[in-house]
Nanobody, 119 residues
Framework: QVQLVESGGGLVQAGGSLRLSCAAS????????MGWYRQAPGKQREAVAR???????NYADSVKGRFTISRDNAKNTVYLQMNSLKPEDTAVYYC?????????????WGRGTQVTVSS
């Protein structure tokens, strides 16, 4: 089992910044891609950013140029630096990790951290 714990959410004014962290722990063999998703009230969960184990990244169009995803493989941690935040970025942000073992490939999710951007 792998546990993902997010931190760093909070309330910020429009134009401000936040840095989210997600630490993986447990019986980790290999973490492949890791990423961030978000879900706003009344909306479906959407992908925000993703990073492979080799460091390749991709972003949702809505956050390109404002958000940066990174990871520390030694610490099994993924980060999301969010700059120039907008009210429409308000959502619960979830961490996701693809874990590979000898016998399986499985997605894990964190419980989420709330990000609220006031106008």
């Amino acid at each position: 089992q792998v546990q993902l714990v997010e931190s760093g959410g909070g309330l910020v004014q429009a134009g401000g910044s936040l840095r989210l962290s997600c630490a993986a722990s447990g019986s980790i063999f290999r973490l492949n891609a890791m990423g961030w998703y978000r879900q706003a009230p009344g909306k479906q969960r959407e992908a925000v950013a993703r990073i492979t184990s080799g460091g390749s990244t991709n972003y949702a169009d809505s956050v390109k140029g404002r958000f940066t995803i990174s990871r520390d493989n030694a610490k099994n941690t993924v980060y999301l630096q969010m700059n120039s935040l907008k009210p429409e970025d308000t959502a619960v942000y979830y961490c996701n990790a693809e874990h590979a073992s000898f016998s399986s490939l499985r997605d894990y999710w964190g419980r989420g951290t709330q990000v609220t951007v006031s106008s």
